[in-house]
């Protein structure tokens, strides 16, 4: 079996494929503090659990936004299954051009992402990313990635106004009946998800015009679904984008 991991700012999530079948999906809370070993005891109750052995595991592919994990959790892999993973980053063979200024820069999510996307639905695409960012990601008729937006997540919008106005309450984000609303509460969820949708809808709007093309956009991340249900411009939602490009990623490299 090959195991990925999609490492992002808040949640590190796993899959374990026979082929090109996803067997099995994990998410756990992304820790910076926690050392190789804690994640290895993590993952090998996980296993337990769904009758999985560590033995079982032949390949691994990591993909991370957060620079500090990726030394422990290689480390992690080499200990206790005792594999070199592959590594998402600018050395690996991804298919697809970047036409980007600095192609280094680009996050590995986001190559991942658009592998994914061009690999299941063809081109040419919008791949939007629901997460701690929301990324916009534009993917040729030829799977080339060609660049994109990067804006704050609807959940870091929601903490800023949480963090910085002394009398507004933390909220839970499900959208309102109505726009117009007499609440703070339910003002504040109209104004965070509907405004989060406009700007989504409105970004599309602008790639589209810019692009002068129509464009499937595909949507990801846990909140994605929710997203949908109010915008005007998301076709398809895929909660495990990011794995299936991991694991194209790998038959590429393997």
């Not at 592919?61 to 480390?75: E, T």
């Not at 499900?174 to 965070?192: D, E, R, W, Y």
Request: charged fraction near 20%; glycine fraction near 10%.
């Amino acid at each position: 079996m090959l195991l990925v991991f999609d490492i992002g700012n808040s949640n590190i999530v796993m899959g374990t494929y026979c082929g090109k079948t996803l067997m099995h999906h994990w998410r756990i809370s992304t820790d910076r503090q926690k050392t190789g070993d804690e994640y290895g005891m993590i993952i090998n109750d996980l296993f337990s659990y769904q009758g999985i052995a560590m033995r079982d595991i032949k390949a691994i592919v990591i993909s991370s936004v957060v620079p500090p994990l990726v030394v422990p959790m290689v480390k992690m892999c080499e200990r206790y299954f005792k594999i070199s993973p592959l590594v998402v980053g600018p050395n690996i063979k991804t298919g697809i051009t970047v036409h980007y200024e600095n192609p280094r820069t680009v996050g590995a999510d986001r190559i991942v992402n658009a592998v994914g996307a061009f690999e299941q639905y063809g081109g040419p695409l919008i791949v939007i990313d629901i997460g701690t960012a929301t990324t916009f990601d534009v993917v040729a008729d030829n799977g080339d990635f060609l660049g994109g937006v990067i804006a704050p997540g609807i959940g870091t919008s929601a903490d800023a106004l949480f963090q910085t106005a002394a009398q507004l309450p933390r909220i839970e984000l499900v959208p309102p009946k109505t726009i117009v609303c007499h609440n703070t509460i339910q003002g504040m969820q109209a104004g965070i998800i509907f405004g989060y949708v406009g700007q989504i809808d409105g970004i599309v709007s602008r790639i589209k015009n810019e692009m002068n093309r129509e464009m499937t956009v595909i949507a990801t991340g846990g909140l994605a679904r929710m997203i949908q249900r109010e915008s005007k411009t998301i076709d398809k939602i895929d909660h495990f984008l990011t794995l299936t490009g991991l694991r194209v990623l790998y038959e590429r490299n393997s």
